[in-house]
């Protein structure tokens, strides 16, 4: 046994036997929730430090100092948690409108701060701190995220690039990206995996060519070939059956309703591979958003997703698609969820009168958002676009008053130029008001 | 009680009482504490020797410390009866000696030994501790164009280290008395001890007492596996814990108090061909029985000769019509060959008996 009592990291815990002491280890979030809030001071020159996404790591602006945080990479083997009944109830009462009152440790001002964000500067002083716990939000409480990978000077180049990849934009953006401010954020995220196992039945409508040619795995073909009575290509609906088991790792569902779900989607793409346990240093100086879908509703959300995914695997199974009276048993198993932080940045720019929101992968850089459509010079380039097809219209219309008997192909080369102009319009216009909406 | 004057002559009469005789076994080495009455009979445990007093030099070691607890006879007559008579019955070709009644009238009560500990125990001790919860899943049906979602609940166990001090009281832990107590045990079934009432001179009436043949340091290292078991069952508990494993402990003892408890056991036995005594033992509390099935090497020999009498006699009848078919009537052949059969056939089943009793013997003898 060991030498001194109790060991490191155990504490005493209640007994229901006399004369028998208890100790269990200490759990992790219990030795970081001695620490509810984590500030960050220089220890050269007691200045507020931050965190720097340009050279990953702390720094301190008043004298240069910088420490890295120490890395481990967990990546897609970062820990995950089970669905327990305790954890379900706790994520569906949620903590409410709870406010946190925060004193600043640098010069005292008190400031509330709302429940969805992690992080904090104090706005009179500069100096950053991080909440880790609130009483509520023990379980739930981010454990892994992803750092910064891009930098400032990325976002710039991307942006410069976003804006100018299209003819539809603006000639006179390259400084807009320059001047934007990259405000970095870290975004709550769930992940979520499961097994699905399923098993379907229906009849499908068959030919004999398609009973030949299908044999998939696990599905059977229930009609005995004895029976095989169809109309004459032998056309008729046939019972199957198969199972499906599918794994669906890692399946990413936002825990933030205030960003723009389609842009979220856009920025998709994160390699969970690199994956880091929770360190207050990564948010410390950064914006860092607590979750506001509950754990319950982002799982509802993510199960919905993976029944569709395995539905369609159901009827990729039969032998041709075209089906009736379908139906399907599934159960779930090995659920697991992990509630992680990811990077964004966020920018917004001013272009005339209007503002507009741009995001950018804080880890793989791909840019969504917003882009200023010169409307006008779309209508230029469409109306130039439609020129030639009016001219041959005129000289076609010319000719056959004429009775020149080439003036009727003219015509048909007039009318299905018309046709690509129509088809142009479209396409562009659609893509314009993408741009523009995002 | 000029006999026992050899061996701790006061302390003996102090202790039990002059009523009681003391005696041995020669053969299974049995020390007994008997009443009077029952002097020098057989021995109630292995049945192959006489009791008899015992020699000033002889050195096996005899705890005569009086017992404190007893548990008390509990099978009823009828029970003990039935027992003893399907047993008897389970036994074709038995020797003359294997008759229900005469192995209920010698049917007698015997007390065996158990050591009964009291020790308070201190130390540490770590242990994995299994908890039981529950995940939440769900389970779907899709039909007519829509989703049923239902929510199912699932047990696991969750397992953590815990480990922590222990200073306790554990009072009549068991460490056996007797070598053969665990063979006792294994024949017919534990005794259930939470019927212990102190023990009186006149509960003992009639009965044989077992002495221990272990002394309590001998036993000392079985009571402390007993203990370890229930030590490492209440940590569990201590813990609020639904399972328990790879308990580790390291344990100090003080205050280590003996008491001796007997435990009810009837014996009985009856004589095989050699005049062999074969026990059976039956359990005080639930009647259980255990025998060792003899068959009679000397019926089955007189059932075999008897058969093999027939068996001669039809071969007789062959030779004879064989005899008259050569010679008279031709016809008388043919039954001839009918009675051949028969004595073969009926020669052929003589071995059976003769191979019963030996198969019982030997089946017996391997257990
Ligand atoms: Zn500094
Ligand atoms: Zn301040
Ligand atoms: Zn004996």
Redesign the interface.
């Known amino acids: 046994?060991?030498d001194t009592?109790?060991?490191q990291g155990?504490v005493q815990?209640?007994?229901?036997?006399?004369?028998?002491?208890?100790?269990?280890?200490l759990k992790p979030e219990e030795l970081e929730a001695a620490r509810p809030v984590v500030d960050f001071r220089c220890p050269n020159c007691d200045g507020a430090t931050g965190y720097s996404t340009d050279d990953g790591g702390l720094t301190c602006t008043f004298c240069g100092y910088h420490e890295a945080p120490e890395v481990e990479i967990v990546g897609k083997g970062a820990q995950e948690f089970?669905?327990?009944?305790?954890t379900?109830e706790r994520a569906t009462n949620g903590w409410g409108q709870e406010r946190k009152e925060l004193v600043c440790n640098s010069c005292a001002a008190h400031t509330t701060l709302s429940t969805e964000m992690l992080s904090h500067t104090c706005p009179f002083c500069g100096s950053n701190a991080v909440v880790q716990s609130r009483a509520p939000q023990d379980v739930l409480r981010p454990r892994f995220l992803v750092p910064f990978v891009t930098t400032t000077e990325n976002c710039r180049q991307i942006t410069a690039e976003f804006l100018q990849n299209s003819w539809m934009l603006p000639n006179n953006l390259q400084n807009l990206a320059r001047s934007t401010e990259y405000t970095p954020i870290y975004i709550p995220f769930w992940t979520f995996d499961a097994r699905t196992t399923a098993s379907?039945r229906a009849e499908v409508y068959n030919t004999d060519a398609s009973r030949r040619r299908h044999a998939a795995p696990n599905w059977k073909w229930e009609r005995p070939f004895l029976l095989k009575l169809g109309d004459r290509e032998g056309k008729q609906w046939d019972w199957e059956s198969g199972a499906v088991s599918l794994f669906t790792d890692d399946m990413l569902v936002s825990g933030s309703g205030q960003i723009s779900l389609t842009l979220l989607k856009q920025l998709r793409g994160y390699r969970l591979s690199e994956l880091v346990p929770y360190d207050p240093t990564f948010l410390a100086g950064l914006s860092a958003q607590a979750y506001d879908v509950d754990l319950e509703s982002a799982w509802a959300s993510a199960?919905r997703s993976m029944?569709a995914k395995t539905?369609e695997a159901c009827l990729e199974q039969a032998s041709t698609r075209t089906t009736r009276n379908?139906?399907?048993?599934?159960?779930?198993?090995d659920?697991s969820w992990r509630y992680i932080l990811l990077p964004i940045y966020l920018a917004t720019y001013r272009y005339g009168d209007k503002v507009f929101q741009v995001l950018i992968n804080g880890q793989t850089g791909t840019i969504a958002g917003q882009r200023p459509v010169d409307w006008r010079k779309v209508a230029q380039y469409l109306g130039l676009a439609f020129l030639p097809g009016l001219l041959l219209a005129i000289i076609a219309a010319v000719l056959l008053a004429n009775n020149l008997d080439v003036g009727g192909f003219i015509m048909m080369v007039a009318g299905i130029g018309l046709i690509a102009w129509i088809v142009f319009a479209v396409t562009t216009l659609s893509k314009a008001g993408k741009m523009a909406e995002a | 009680m000029s006999e026992t004057s050899q061996i701790e002559n006061e302390k003996w009469i102090a202790a039990w009482g002059a009523d009681w005789v003391l005696e041995g076994c020669a053969s299974c080495n049995g020390v007994f504490v008997l009443p009077p009455e029952k002097v020098s009979q057989r021995c109630p445990v292995c049945g192959q020797a006489a009791l008899a007093q015992m020699n000033p030099d002889d050195d096996r070691p005899i705890h005569t410390q009086p017992p404190e607890l007893l548990l008390p006879f509990r099978a009823a007559r009828e029970q003990l009866q039935q027992n003893v008579t399907q047993f008897a019955k389970s036994v074709w070709l038995a020797p003359a000696d294997l008759q229900p009644a005469t192995l209920l009238g010698r049917l007698q009560p015997v007390y065996l030994p158990m050591w009964l500990v009291d020790v308070q125990v201190q130390g540490e001790w770590q242990a994995e501790m299994g908890f039981d919860y529950e995940i939440v899943s769900h389970r779907e049906q899709y039909k007519n164009s829509g989703w049923q979602t239902e929510r199912v609940k699932e047990g696991r166990v969750r397992w953590e280290p815990r480990l922590g001090r222990l200073n306790r009281a554990y009072n009549n832990q068991m460490a056996p008395a007797l070598e053969q107590q665990a063979e006792v045990e294994r024949k017919i079934g534990r005794f259930q001890t939470q019927d212990q009432q102190p023990c009186q001179p006149t509960d003992l009436a009639g009965a044989i007492v077992h002495l221990p043949n272990r002394s309590p340091e001998d036993a000392w290292n079985e009571a402390v596996l007993g203990l370890q078991t229930a030590v490492a069952q209440e940590c569990r508990q201590a813990s609020e814990a639904n399972h328990a494993r790879g308990f580790k402990w390291s344990p100090s003892f003080a205050n280590q108090h003996w008491t001796q408890l007997l435990l009810p056991l009837y014996t009985s036995y009856y004589l095989d061909d050699d005049n062999q005594a074969q026990m059976l033992l039956l359990h005080g509390q639930t009647g259980q029985l255990h025998g060792v099935r003899r068959a009679s090497l000397k019926r089955a020999r007189r059932v075999a000769g008897m058969v093999a009498t027939v068996a001669a006699v039809f071969l007789l009848i062959t030779l004879l019509l064989v005899g008259l078919g050569l010679t008279v009537a031709e016809e008388a052949l043919a039954w001839a060959g009918v009675a051949g059969v028969l004595a073969v056939g009926v020669g052929g089943t003589a071995v059976l008996p003769l191979l019963y009793a030996w198969y019982v013997n030997n089946a017996q003898a391997a257990k």
């Open positions: 046994m060991s009592f109790p060991p155990y815990t209640k007994s229901a036997v006399s004369g028998i002491e208890v100790y269990r280890p089970e669905f327990t009944v305790e379900v379907w199960r029944r539905k379908f139906s399907m048993n599934m159960d779930f198993s659920e």
